[in-house]
């Protein structure tokens, strides 16, 4: 389009008018759209029923094509005026309301008193002139607001590429809410009454700053030559919600050596409340510049600041609770619980570029499903999220791990320790440039409120800054009590951290709790405390090492047995997981209790405990086994749930137990379960062992079912024993005797 076209903005708004009137009638069948789309959307406006009027640029582009693209184009790049003739063409277009409205509001009760003025004195000079400051303003008799968002297809422009030839043009960013003010209301005209004549004058207000009107302007005042003074009516002014938001742009964007870019953000009528800090956020809007004022505006000289004005706000990762499932999705869910294994399958889907720590990631796949939060009646409150800590050498993809969860969770801040204070993590409090006052700005901790705070190098911080942390691990909350300001803040947090041991690697001469160097009242509050630690063999290091090659080579992690799942589709999977609120059964509560009680006996006859085991660590068995319950999609916990949680207990500190220098981990787990089920069998003189008896032999020590399956198809190859259809184990006669 040539620069010196002369637009018409009369013929536009005919224009926009006929796109409203007779859209929908040509589109209709055409992608199976609604034959009124825009037609039942003004019939809502005009019944009250609806607010806003959203003009779709696919739809424009849809419905003008290529004949005139020119005005597409004009649209684009000339927004905020194509807003206003939008406004006007539904003004135009607006049906009469096929509902009537018993009681009228304030706002019907101005308008028809200020409409009866108006058409009263039609014949006086006064109110002939269109412009004259005693007209009815357009804003004013509005119900509506147009938005223009752009095309579905266009991707989000990088926060830092947004310039100079981006002013007045509808553009869309996406970056991550840093903090969201309270909503105000903004004055978009300002209504004052004269003390003389009798007029109300009106003044319409376009910036953050105006100058009210303190003389008359009318022509009454002017001919009997009287300063009338205008008194302000608040109640007859018009106002809009309005909130300020920071985004700031994603971490993968920001080059090296560089911070990331910030950028303010209006959100006016329908668009408040749309998000909350943390949120990742694809925002579209029209961007502006606006003057410095005050003391700024004299250092600042001819610059100016830039704001995006949103028209749209779309949440990237939306919560658990707001996904839209769809059919097919629900379908493949429904098919994958069915299948066998699902669980060490949707375990395998984490991070399946990560070799090994298959037991790691069926803990963080809990952590993610999470048990359930109980409410008591006196208002106590029992967690539900599961707390992890991953602690060992360097190099075992404990960062990795993070970062993966971090995807896959909705909502999931990452920090790390060295980089964090207390204030970082819990709130600061702040000064609002905009209205001056001290307000509280959340850390990481309170920005993922019901989400995952990743923190790594959790053994770098400084021990008052780690003390943050321990009434938001159990209480869920973070209590202020500064600069005025006393309160408490929710942080229903899960936290999941990495750390090294004390002297960077795990020294096997000192005891696991010189080498863990953590305080028992932090340690008792982690549901899982894994101990990672990276020791020499000659098999497992082959396999690692041709793992990390092959990914190397390929970009793509080794094929597996079955189609892992993806990020979406695993989040789908969680949500319908989350559904479900398990609870234990009165027959399991003697069998949780013994496990429980065992486990603090093993540790009070222990020289050396590897933990710390507290009445915590009996709400971590239930978390645990209620995070499993739901992966089954049931509404109780079994005990093959329980099981399997104490064996995640067990199997985190399994790499303390198998010290180099002791001879259990020399056997392979095969070895090692066909040993407890033959030395079951003499023990008792029986030459049938049931499967579920031989879980019960297992699990203690470690190894899972699958490891055990594995075990039963070696040896019954080997004609070592007989295993029937259900997975019983018998012995020959034959076979016991030489024991």
């Known amino acids: 389009m040539s620069a010196f076209v002369r637009v018409s903005y009369a013929d536009d708004t005919a224009l926009c008018k006929e796109f409203l009137e007779q859209y929908a009638a040509r589109t209709h069948g055409v992608r199976g759209r609604s034959e009124k789309k825009y037609a039942e959307v ?35 790049g000339n927004t905020r005026r194509y807003v206003t003739l939008f406004s006007d063409a539904v003004e135009l277009a607006l049906p009469p309301p096929t509902e009537t409205h018993a009681v009228d509001d304030v706002f019907d009760v101005l308008t028809r008193q200020r409409t009866d003025t108006v058409e009263d004195n039609q014949d006086d000079a006064n109110v002939r002139s269109v412009n004259s400051p005693n007209q009815l303003p357009k804003e004013l008799t509005r119900r509506y607001e147009v938005l223009i968002v752009p095309n579905s297809m266009e991707k989000p422009i990088p926060l830092r590429e947004v310039g100079a030839a981006n002013v007045g043009k509808l553009v869309s960013i996406k970056g991550i809410v840093t903090r969201i003010t309270d909503v105000k209301p903004l004055i978009s005209v300002a209504t004052y009454t004269c003390d003389s004549c009798g007029f109300e004058i009106y003044q ?44 700031q742009e994603m971490s993968d964007n920001v080059p090296m050596g560089h911070i990331p870019r910030s950028l303010t953000v209006h959100l006016r009528g329908e668009l408040t409340r749309s998000c909350g800090p943390g949120d990742v956020v694809v925002v579209s809007g029209i961007f502006l510049p606006v003057p410095y004022t005050g003391f700024k505006a004299m250092r600042a000289g001819l610059t100016a600041d830039t704001f995006l004005e949103a028209t749209s706000v779309e949440q990237v990762k939306k919560s658990y609770s707001e996904q839209v499932i769809t059919a097919d999705t629900r379908k493949r869910v429904e098919e994958f619980v069915m299948e066998n294994d699902a669980y060490g399958r949707l375990a395998r889907s984490i991070a399946p570029e990560i070799y090994g720590h298959e037991d790691i990631k069926k803990a963080l796949l809990l952590l993610l499903v999470g048990g359930v939060t109980r409410q008591l009646p006196d208002g106590m409150k029992l ?72 923190i790594d190098e959790f053994d770098k911080m400084e021990e008052g800054d780690r003390t943050a942390i321990h009434e938001v691990m159990e209480q869920q909350t973070v209590s202020i009590a500064k600069a005025g300001i006393t309160t408490t803040l ?61 990914v ?4 793509r992690a080794p094929e597996l047995d079955f189609d892992p799942l993806d990020a979406p589709t695993l989040r789908a999977y969680i949500a319908m997981s989350r559904q479900f609120n398990p609870s234990v059964p009165k027959e399991l509560a003697d ?82 379960i066909y040993s407890a089920i033959r030395d079951y069998a003499i023990r008792t003189s029986t030459l ?52």
Not at 409 to 422: D, E, I, Q
Request: glycine share 6%; with cysteine.
């Open 552 to 555: 190397h080579r390929t970009s």
């Open 591 to 672: 069998y949780i209790s013994a496990a429980y009680a065992e486990i603090r006996n093993e540790e009070a006859s222990s020289e050396a405990p590897h933990s710390y085991t507290t009445a915590r660590t009996l709400l971590s068995i239930l978390r645990l086994g209620q995070a499993l319950a739901r992966l089954r999609f049931s509404e109780e916990v079994a005990q093959s749930d329980v099981d399997e949680a104490l064996r995640l207990m067990k199997m985190s500190k399994i790499s303390l137990y198998n010290d180099d220098r002791s001879t259990s981990a020399r056997i392979d787990p095969i070895t090692a």
């Open 204 to 247: 319409q207000v376009t910036g953050n700053t105006y100058m009210p009107v303190t003389q008359c302007p009318t022509q009454e005042c002017k001919t009997n030559n009287t300063r009338g003074s205008l008194f302000s009516q608040t109640r007859g002014s018009k106002f809009v919600k309005f909130q300020e938001m920071k985004i």
């Open 688 to 739: 049938e062992v049931d499967y579920a008896k031989c879980v019960e032999l297992i699990t203690p020590k470690g190894y899972s079912q699958e490891q055990l399956k594995a075990c039963l198809d070696e040896y019954k190859g080997l004609n070592v024993f007989t295993v029937t259809e259900d997975y019983d184990v018998l012995f020959g006669e034959d076979d016991l005797a030489a024991y």
């Open 383 to 454: 967690r539900g999220d599961i707390h992890i800590c991953l602690m060992g050498d360097p190099g075992v993809a404990k960062s990795q791990l993070l970062k993966h969860v971090t995807t896959v969770a909705p909502r999931a801040v990452y920090t790390t320790g060295r980089g964090s204070s207390g204030v970082g993590l819990t709130a600061a409090v702040t000064k609002d440039q905009m209205t001056g006052e001290m307000i509280l700005e959340g850390g990481a901790l309170v920005l993922a409120d019901m989400g995952i705070c990743c």
């Open 490 to 550: 929710n942080a229903r947090t899960t936290v999941l951290a990495a750390a090294n041991p004390h002297w960077g690697r795990y020294d096997t001469r000192r005891s696991p709790a010189e080498n863990i160097a953590l305080p028992a009242a932090l340690l008792s509050r982690f549901d899982l405390m894994w101990l990672i630690l990276d020791k020499s063999d000659m098999e497992g290091d082959t396999a690692l090492a041709q793992h990390v090659l092959h």
């Open 42 to 76: 003004l019939q809502d406006i005009s019944n009250r029923s609806a607010r806003k009027v959203v003009i779709a640029l696919d739809d424009l582009e849809d419905y003008f094509g290529k004949e005139n693209a020119d005005f597409v184009d004009r649209v684009k």
